[in-house]
């Protein structure tokens, strides 16, 4: 079994910066493909960005194409998502998940494990 969680959520104003981590325990997930996903209220997750394995794939939205950056440092058993340029329209709650198997995907179905979210906020 995988445990993931989140941290480094919070209110930045439009423009600003946050760095989300995602820290895994109870097994290491070396071997996983990454993804981080977001939900803003009334609205449905959704794919943000993921990697492989070995951090060689990578795949973003093309919403945050050029603003976030994905990496992973396996040593570590942690991911992360840097958020850079910031908008209103990133506001949501966002979630680490861990897919055993496969390629980089952009499915929600797809991911085995997930984190309980943490949130971002973006003032204008």
């Known amino acids: 079994q995988v445990q993931l969680e989140e941290s480094g959520g919070g209110l930045v104003q439009a423009g600003g910066s946050l760095r989300l981590s995602c820290a895994a325990s109870?097994?290491?997930?070396?071997?996983?493909?990454m993804g981080w996903f977001r939900q803003a209220p009334g609205k449905e997750r959704e794919f943000v960005a993921g990697?492989?394995?070995?951090?060689?794939?990578?795949a973003y939205a093309d919403s945050v194409k050029g603003r976030f950056t994905i990496s992973r440092d396996n040593a570590k058993n942690t991911v992360y998502l840097q958020m850079n340029s910031l908008k209103p329209e990133d506001t949501a709650v966002y979630f680490c998940?861990?897919?055993?198997?496969?390629?980089?995907?952009?499915?929600?179905?797809?991911?085995?494990?997930w984190g309980q979210g943490t949130q971002v906020t973006v003032s204008s």
């Open positions: 990697l492989n394995w070995n951090g060689n794939t990578l």
């Open positions: 998940a861990a897919d055993r198997a496969g390629s980089v995907v952009r499915a929600v179905s797809a991911y085995d494990y």
């Open positions: 109870g097994r290491t997930v070396t071997n996983y493909n």
